[in-house]
């Protein structure tokens, strides 16, 4: 993998999606996974955040929510110079079609990945079904 993925997010979503991923994609070594937990405050994540960075020559970031504390803490990064790839609003989609995209050498444009998913799946099946009608 070219460059590592991070994955940050308030509690353990960014652990278990990791997981999750790996179940389909088997294990992964160039994902890192950052968990802001209850009990942590601003500094004590970009603490947790810089010790797991620290040595990765390349990497991207996704956060879970635009506006909250993970992505807050690495924007502030960027804010200070630091040449840091960001995109919030992580799904898993976004993680497969980043590991799709190492393996194959191609590149995604990962918020249009991440909303090509968001389906209403009951419109999907009424207009199949409609379909079978004709």
């Given amino acids: 993998m070219a460059k590592d993925l991070i994955l940050v997010s308030h509690g353990r979503f960014c652990e278990e999606l990791k997981k999750s991923v790996e179940m389909i994609m088997g294990p992964q070594d160039g994902i890192h996974a950052v968990a802001l937990l209850p ?47 960001l995109y919030a609003g992580m799904n898993m989609p976004m993680v497969i079609a980043y590991l799709n995209d190492a393996l194959t050498g191609t590149s995604t444009n990962y918020p249009e990945k991440a909303s090509e998913y968001i389906v209403d799946v009951k419109a999907v099946l009424a207009g199949m079904l409609s379909d079978e009608d004709e």
């Fill in 39 to 85: 009990e942590d405050g601003p500094e004590d994540f970009q603490v947790k955040f810089n010790e797991t960075t620290k040595g990765l020559e390349e990497y991207i970031v996704f956060a879970d929510l635009l506006g909250g504390t993970p992505c807050n803490v690495v924007s502030r990064l960027i804010m200070e110079g630091q040449d840091i790839e």
